[in-house]
């Protein structure tokens, strides 16, 4: 991605925004919703199946779920998330969903627009961020109810589909429908590079201290949190004829909902840069559809025991290329994701989990000799990749042995990092341990775990895949928390913004 030079961005200071949010996937569109006055009320004609949150709920029915006390009403609540206001929106929303059942929302919507907190999303494509990227035959791995966002009913925009699960076409179409039905479009601004997010501190730039140069838009400040300071945002927008039009603003706080797949994760080892060697699947699918696969190809080498390692051994035995198939993981790992998957609604991951088990390479008893591989797909479990070479052999080690095979190409599936170049450091100082790199499973970024604010850095939110919640069904409890801050903030101010408009860029 091209940087912009400072020369080319308007000498003037530019204009104030309440909130700008970084990334138009999910995350970012729910967010968009919650702020644009859309409010969560118990609804009155329902029963949750969980009778001490019911209670809790029936206490406050007047109150909009934003307005109340999320702590208190997290409380006790377990899910499949680390964080507690996650689970809350989640169980709100899907009612006992973790125990098969279908039961509908008990929450019912009303719009306030004097509620309105004006913001800009900023996003590299059309609202519904990666899913635009992904593979349109491949099936979700959580179900098509999961993926919805409030107020709008899945099944509804997909012609009351039936099967449970949704391809990434039949998603993105519906993330992109959901922001016009709802009247969302005014706060996107599609085609849009951040480039750097820094924070400034208001009173720089006046000689008595005061806020020169900052206010004069008649924008209320909904910070609290972080001493008057403001968030310089730039980047650029990509308009037609690829022409690149920089912009600059200053925003009260920023929102990070950028999600996870920017950066694949690497081995970091000899021979991963040669150009037989990917870290996507739509490479396989790319050199399947052009023909330089088949089955006369040498095997193509995939690398992870996770469900984009299943999809790429999928897709390419369905096109009869054979596999090597290489993990780390012990085929009876625990946490290997195919053992929390019912069989019944992903029969293609068990095949694959089947053949991991069943066709894995072996060795006679002395060590010396192989046995052989299978003729469509052989596993090696328990083996790790020790080189590429550029006569494309690749060296594998395991069970204290090497072995080197000639293959077609690598794909390289073992997980992706977000990417923050546009924050110093990477925001590594962001994360749980700022010692190490930020990375959704094993560094997220540190929030207050009702906010969903930084930790370090006040002003600066975190949602989604960042904050280590990487379902859908989870990252909009991200945005119930920080509307239900911002919304406070505002309130503890006496006053509520209600003008609106993105006429900023």
Same mark, same amino acid.
Request: charged content about 20%; hydrophobic content about 35%; proline content about 7%.
């Given at each position: 991605?091209?940087?912009?030079?400072?020369?080319?961005?308007?000498?003037?200071?530019?204009?104030?925004?309440?909130?700008?949010?970084?990334?138009?996937?999910?995350?970012?569109?729910? %967010?968009?919703?919650?702020?644009?006055?859309?409010?969560?009320?118990?609804?009155?004609?329902?029963?949750? @199946?969980?009778?001490?949150?019911?209670?809790?709920?029936?206490?406050?029915?007047?109150?909009?779920?934003?307005?109340?006390?999320?702590?208190?009403?997290?409380?006790?609540?377990?899910?499949?998330?680390?964080?507690?206001?996650?689970?809350?929106?989640?169980?709100?929303?899907?009612?006992?969903?973790?125990?098969?059942?279908?039961?509908?929302?008990?929450?019912?919507?009303?719009?306030?627009?004097?509620?309105?907190?004006?913001?800009?999303?900023?996003?590299?494509?059309?609202?519904?961020?990666?899913?635009?990227?992904?593979? &349109?035959?491949?099936?979700?791995?959580?179900?098509?109810?999961?993926?919805?966002?409030?107020?709008?009913?899945?099944?509804?925009?997909?012609?009351?589909?039936?099967?449970?699960?949704?391809?990434?076409?039949? *998603?993105?179409?519906?993330?992109?429908?959901?922001?016009? /039905?709802?009247?969302?479009?005014?706060?996107?601004?599609?085609?849009?590079?951040?480039?750097?997010?820094?924070?400034?501190?208001?009173?720089?730039?006046?000689?008595?201290?005061?806020?020169?140069?900052?206010?004069?838009?008649?924008?209320?400040?909904?910070?609290?949190?972080?001493?008057?300071?403001?968030?310089?945002?730039?980047?650029?927008?990509?308009?037609?004829?690829?022409?690149?039009?920089?912009?600059? %603003?200053?925003?009260?706080?920023?929102? %990070?909902?950028?999600?996870?797949?920017?950066?694949?994760?690497?081995? &970091?080892?000899?021979?991963?840069? /040669?150009?037989?060697?990917?870290?996507?699947?739509?490479?396989?699918?790319?050199?399947?559809?052009?023909?330089?696969?088949?089955?006369?190809?040498?095997?193509?080498?995939?690398?992870?025991?996770?469900?984009?390692?299943?999809?790429?051994?999928?897709?390419?035995?369905?096109?009869?290329?054979?596999? /090597?198939?290489?993990?780390?993981?012990?085929?009876?790992? @625990?946490?290997?994701?195919?053992?929390?998957?019912?069989?019944?609604?992903?029969?293609?991951?068990?095949?694959?989990?089947?053949?991991?088990?069943?066709?894995?390479?072996?060795?006679?008893?002395?060590?010396?000799?192989?046995?052989?591989?299978?003729?469509?797909?052989?596993?090696?479990?328990?083996?790790?990749?020790?080189?590429?070479?550029?006569?494309?052999?690749?060296?594998?080690?395991?069970?204290?042995?090497?072995?080197?095979?000639? *293959?077609?190409?690598?794909?390289? /599936?073992?997980?992706?990092?977000?990417?923050?170049?546009?924050?110093?450091?990477?925001?590594?100082?962001?994360?749980?341990? @700022?010692?190490? @790199?930020?990375?959704?499973?094993?560094?997220?970024?540190?929030?207050?775990?009702?906010?969903?604010?930084?930790?370090?850095?006040?002003?600066?939110?975190?949602?989604?895949?960042?904050?280590?919640?990487?379902?859908?069904?989870?990252?909009?409890?991200?945005?119930?928390?920080?509307?239900?801050?911002?919304?406070?903030?505002?309130?503890?101010?006496?006053?509520? *913004?209600?003008?609106?408009?993105?006429?900023?860029?």
């Amino acid at each position: 991605m091209p940087l912009l030079e400072e020369t080319a961005l308007p000498t003037e200071h530019p204009p104030t925004v309440p909130v700008v949010i970084i990334g138009n996937g999910p995350s970012g569109i729910c %967010l968009s919703y919650l702020l644009s006055g859309y409010k969560p009320y118990l609804d009155t004609a329902t029963v949750h @199946p969980n009778p001490i949150l019911y209670r809790k709920l029936q206490e406050t029915k007047h109150l909009p779920i934003t307005e109340q006390d999320l702590e208190y009403l997290s409380e006790g609540l377990e899910g499949r998330s680390r964080n507690p206001v996650a689970v809350l929106f989640d169980t709100l929303l899907h009612p006992n969903a973790d125990f098969g059942y279908e039961f509908p929302p008990v929450l019912q919507w009303r719009r306030d627009k004097q509620q309105h907190i004006p913001h800009l999303v900023l996003g590299r494509a059309t609202p519904g961020g990666a899913w635009h990227a992904m593979e &349109g035959s491949m099936l979700t791995i959580s179900l098509g109810i999961w993926m919805e966002l409030p107020g709008v009913n899945y099944r509804d925009l997909t012609n009351g589909k039936r099967s449970d699960r949704a391809t990434p076409e039949e *998603i993105s179409s519906y993330y992109r429908n959901y922001v016009k /039905l709802k009247g969302l479009q005014k706060n996107f601004i599609d085609n849009t590079y951040v480039t750097s997010v820094q924070k400034l501190c208001r009173g720089h730039e006046g000689e008595d201290g005061g806020n020169e140069g900052f206010e004069g838009n008649g924008v209320e400040n909904v910070n609290s949190g972080g001493g008057g300071a403001l968030w310089e945002v730039r980047g650029y927008q990509q308009v037609q004829n690829d022409t690149h039009v920089p912009f600059s %603003l200053f925003a009260e706080n920023v929102i %990070l909902a950028t999600g996870a797949s920017d950066s694949p994760v690497r081995l &970091g080892i000899e021979g991963e840069d /040669l150009p037989f060697v990917f870290h996507s699947i739509s490479d396989l699918g790319l050199a399947v559809s052009r023909r330089k696969l088949d089955v006369n190809s040498d095997p193509v080498l995939i690398v992870g025991a996770g469900l984009s390692a299943a999809d790429a051994v999928l897709c390419a035995c369905s096109s009869n290329v054979r596999v /090597l198939h290489v993990f780390r993981k012990s085929v009876d790992d @625990p946490d290997l994701i195919f053992k929390q998957l019912p069989k019944t609604l992903y029969p293609e991951y068990h095949k694959v989990y089947n053949m991991m088990c069943s066709q894995a390479y072996t060795s006679n008893v002395a060590g010396n000799t192989s046995v052989g591989l299978f003729p469509d797909y052989t596993s090696f479990p328990e083996h790790c990749v020790v080189s590429f070479q550029s006569d494309k052999k690749c060296l594998l080690q395991g069970n204290n042995s090497l072995k080197a095979f000639k *293959i077609s190409m690598a794909l390289v /599936l073992i997980g992706t990092n977000p990417n923050l170049f546009f924050i110093k450091g990477q925001g590594q100082y962001l994360g749980q341990d @700022p010692t190490r @790199p930020i990375s959704c499973k094993q560094n997220p970024i540190d929030i207050h775990p009702y906010t969903y604010e930084c930790t370090n850095e006040p002003g600066l939110f975190a949602m989604g895949p960042l904050v280590g919640d990487n379902f859908v069904r989870f990252l909009k409890g991200g945005a119930l928390g920080i509307a239900s801050c911002l919304l406070k903030r505002l309130k503890n101010k006496g006053k509520l *913004i209600s003008n609106g408009g993105s006429n900023f860029i």
